[in-house]
């Protein structure tokens, strides 16, 4: 249900309402959500050939590797120049498959200038055995030019399942020399203090990803960590936790903008605003959650169950495609905010009385059914997560 306003979003509103100027305020708001929807983000894999930078960036953008769009992997290099592969959903989201490093073709010396450095945000340095003096001379070469970079060691599943052979194995144990044995190369070879975070492609909730997700996020300014946790693959109840506390956020300044032409003395121009926006922000929670059927039908052959089976899972929301105009007015109708509407719209029709109460009913409106979209979206994408995770957790016992 739609809580009340926080203590930072009366102290902003408070701001706003003193300056005598909601439409500019509004126009303002509007503005500042359309730079953060559109906020690039530039992801650089690099590593040696053969490291799995390929695999590491499906899994990162949710593909599997023949899907359309995906990184070509192979055990020979395959990735003889920067490309990049595009989020599925969020198209200004572009993570880059670099070449290898000491390869014949490409030395750490001149790597940087020769993959344009100047692209990307950060480097994410991967090695699926050890680190070596090629991985620490990049790694400073590119901290020199002010950018950040962070090591991440591969296909750690497969050295688990081949300790797995001896008799006194022992899963964490594994994992501490494998993780030391990394930061022990990274010493030799001149790094001070490493940081090594331990990953398989295959098992990306497991090991050290949401270490590495939580860093990222705390060194990543404002809007690209808006864009960076939006990004993520729904794979985890946390994720899908911080996807919902960063889109419910900026609902408020939606909300406001839809106040702002609300307060506008046009009869009817409120109602066709606040169903547009509407429309906009519950699709884009829709496809934020995967709540569409290309991600559903995507998620159904990585767990290899039907696609009508994730969807029964689903109790609440409507998929992406079947938000449309019609739907929000349907909704509308049902519900109290159907009645303020209908009261604005009158309201409209007189225009000193109007300009003032049309304002604050279209803002309680949207706010009202934007969290409430919201929280169904949450609840059933948890619920779709929890469903696909059945057979595995029976195969686990």
């Not at 992801?43 to 053969?50: D, F, L």
């Not at 490291?51 to 003889?80: P, R």
């Not at 109602?271 to 547009?276: G, K, S, W």
């Amino acid at each position: 249900m739609a809580g009340r306003l926080s203590r930072r979003e009366i102290e902003e509103l408070r701001v706003i309402v003193d300056s005598g100027n909601l439409t500019a305020a509004a126009a303002k708001l509007q503005e500042k959500l359309e730079s953060l929807e559109n906020t690039p983000l530039d992801i650089a894999i690099t590593g040696e050939s053969g490291a799995g930078k390929s695999s590491f960036v499906n899994a990162i953008l949710g593909l599997n590797d023949d899907d359309e769009g995906a990184a070509e992997t192979g055990v020979t290099q395959t990735t003889m120049e920067p490309k990049a592969y595009r989020h599925p959903r969020l198209r200004n989201v572009k993570l880059w498959d670099l070449p290898g490093i000491g390869t014949e073709s490409f030395q750490a010396d001149n790597y940087l200038n020769q993959v344009q450095f100047n692209n990307y945000d950060f480097f994410i340095i991967v090695t699926a055995t050890r680190f070596t003096s090629h991985h620490t001379t990049l790694a400073r070469a590119i901290h020199k030019l002010g950018k950040r970079f962070y090591y991440v060691r591969t296909k750690v599943d497969a050295d688990l399942k081949a300790e797995q052979r001896k008799r006194n194995f022992n899963k964490a144990r594994t994992l501490q020399e494998i993780r030391e044995d990394c930061v022990e190369n990274l010493r030799q070879t001149g790094e001070a203090s490493p940081r090594v975070f331990l990953l398989s492609s295959w098992e990306l909730t497991k090991y050290d990803f949401q270490l590495l997700q939580e860093t990222l996020e705390n060194e990543l300014d404002e809007q690209k960590r808006h864009i960076f946790i939006l990004a993520l693959p729904n794979i985890s109840a946390k994720i899908l936790e911080k996807k919902k506390a960063e889109l419910q956020e900026h609902i408020w300044e939606v909300a406001l903008i839809s106040c702002a032409i609300g307060a506008l003395p046009v009869p009817g121009l409120s109602l066709i605003c606040d169903v547009a926006i509407l429309v906009v922000h519950m699709e884009r929670y829709c496809l934020a959650f995967g709540l569409d059927e290309e991600s559903l039908t995507r998620l159904a052959q990585q767990v290899d169950k039907p696609v009508a089976e994730l969807k029964s899972a689903i109790k609440k929301s409507p998929l992406a495609s079947a938000i449309t105009k019609g739907f929000v007015l349907s909704l509308l109708s049902r519900s109290l905010c159907g009645a303020l509407m209908v009261v604005e719209l009158i309201l409209n029709f007189v225009p000193v009385i109007g300009s003032l109460a049309g304002g604050g009913i279209s803002f309680v409106t949207t706010r009202y059914l934007l969290r409430s979209f919201l929280d169904d979206a949450a609840e059933d994408a948890q619920n779709i997560l929890t469903k696909a995770l059945e057979r595995r957790a029976e195969e686990s016992i």
